[in-house]
């Protein structure tokens, strides 16, 4: 093998009924090839399960004048996993990795099962090749004992892993390596907030996940599309008692008949219930608020835990296209710092506007500033921290010049004189004299992003 072949990786996205995959020749990193295959085991489909589709993957990128001339030139495949339990971090796929996904199944049943075929499929298929699977868990591995610990009989934690655990981890370590990239790493207090199909928010202090709204399952924390979230069990004890419902009729009922759409009667896709309020159906307007009041309930409980913040994001689906939902969410909370700008927040502006205030609670600087909106690659942030005033600018618009940037002009209106004069008339002029001074800029935008501000 080559050593420019031994650098090729196949990363592989399994879904409930989908095959999304992309090879990278990590010595760029180059995307070599990509596909996807739907309907899996689904009537139409073209692949009764997920060996017909690996085969068919192969088929795709394997051969003469393919990105691959064969199979054995992979380094690797990669696996996003969700849930094994203590199984977490980033492991080889072995028999013990597999039958501790199978174990917690039960707590994942939308995710694991296919994942489990799927890496099946490949050890059959190509038994030489290394597999590795990245756990969802993982960001939140440094959890402590208090945070994930239930108040149920101990030697449930012990022996049966019953604990909290975090999921959405590549979501979020993705929000924190970039809100630390824009504001300048440090101990930095954030709250990433992924809204979506599947939503959570995760407290973050320094880069390191320090609470998660997520408990055991998928189906715990938030409500989801159609998952339950937080639910008293006691309620669904009684229900089962009262209609004689079994665990999995139960467990059915929670993971796939709940959620927004349990409360709505109908869709749970945010977007649909949006359309549905703003018809005047009380139902659709009830799910949205429950699902705020979440996301609200959580921000307000880590802000507590992280004694303040700096930073919020917004990220996923709902988080990045939901202006109502933002507002909602950051709606009373200007005594906290956190200050959402209505007009960018309506046109997914892409800079911030830091606006200065008195020093407050948060932390005890001379300066405060709260910015409105930033699209950052995939997630909107606010930022609610105390700086001083040579830190003001985290953002690169277009991923060069500020003079291509609208919010330029307020931003150079809120700065104190001493600023104001360095920047000059024109604010792309001064610049290079701000970069000299150290006024941090970092970040850039990429293709997509950058579209869309155009």
């Not at 689904?42 to 068919?56: F, H, I, K, V």
């Not at 795709?60 to 996003?80: C, D, Q, R």
């Not at 040579?390 to 060069?400: D, Q, S």
Request: proline share 4%; hydrophobic share 40%; charged share 20%.
């Amino acid at each position: 093998m080559s050593s420019q072949a031994a650098k090729r990786l196949l990363i592989a996205n399994i879904g409930s009924t989908s095959f999304k995959y992309r090879m990278f020749d990590m010595c760029g990193p180059t995307v070599l090839a990509q596909g996807r295959i739907e309907r899996i085991g689904q009537a139409g489909g073209a692949c009764p399960d997920y060996e017909a589709a690996l085969a068919l993957c192969l088929e795709t990128i394997v051969g003469p004048g393919k990105a691959l001339g064969s199979v054995h030139e992979l380094a690797g495949i990669g696996f996003k996993a969700v849930h094994a339990g203590m199984v977490s971090g980033t492991r080889l796929i072995d028999g013990e990795v597999l039958a501790a996904m199978e174990e917690f199944s039960f707590l994942a049943p939308a995710h694991n099962p296919p994942y489990i075929a799927a890496m099946r499929a490949f050890r059959h298929a190509m038994p030489e090749v290394p597999l590795v699977a990245l756990f969802e868990t993982a960001f939140f591995d440094k959890l402590d004992e208090a945070t994930v610990t239930y108040a149920v009989p101990y030697r449930w934690k012990e022996v049966d892993g019953v604990r909290r655990y975090g999921f959405h981890g590549a979501s979020h370590r993705a929000a924190s390596e970039r809100a630390r990239q824009l504001c300048g790493g440090g101990d930095l207090r954030h709250i990433s907030c992924h809204l979506g199909g599947s939503s959570s928010l995760a407290a973050v202090r320094g880069g390191v996940a320090v609470d998660t709204s997520f408990g055991i399952s998928p189906q715990s924390g938030l409500p989801q599309n159609n998952r339950v979230g937080d639910f008293d069990v006691y309620a669904a004890l009684y229900v089962m008692e009262k209609y004689g419902l079994t665990v999995p009729e139960m467990a059915r009922t929670l993971a796939c008949e709940a959620g927004l759409a349990g409360i709505a009667g109908g869709s749970g896709d945010v977007r649909d219930l949006e359309e549905a309020a703003a018809r005047g159906d009380a139902r659709a307007k009830l799910a949205l608020d429950v699902f705020v009041r979440a996301v609200r309930h959580y921000l307000g409980a880590f802000l507590v835990e992280l004694g303040g913040l700096d930073v919020l994001t917004f990220s996923g689906g709902i988080g990045e296209n939901s202006a109502g939902v933002r507002a909602a969410v950051c709606a009373g909370l200007a005594g906290f710092g956190i200050e959402l700008d209505a007009e960018r927040n309506a046109g997914r502006a892409m800079c911030a506007i830091w606006k200065r205030r008195r020093r407050g609670a948060m932390r005890g600087r001379n300066w405060r500033w709260t910015c409105s909106c930033a699209r950052w690659r995939g997630s909107w942030g606010c930022r609610a921290s105390s700086v001083a005033p040579r830190e003001i600018m985290h953002l690169r618009c277009n991923g060069a010049k500020f003079s291509s940037c609208s919010c330029l002009p307020d931003l150079v209106r809120g700065q104190p004189a001493g600023i104001r004069q360095r920047i000059g008339k024109n604010p792309a002029d001064g610049l290079e004299q701000l970069e000299q001074d150290r006024l941090r800029c970092s970040g850039g935008f990429g293709e997509e992003s950058r579209r869309r501000h155009d």
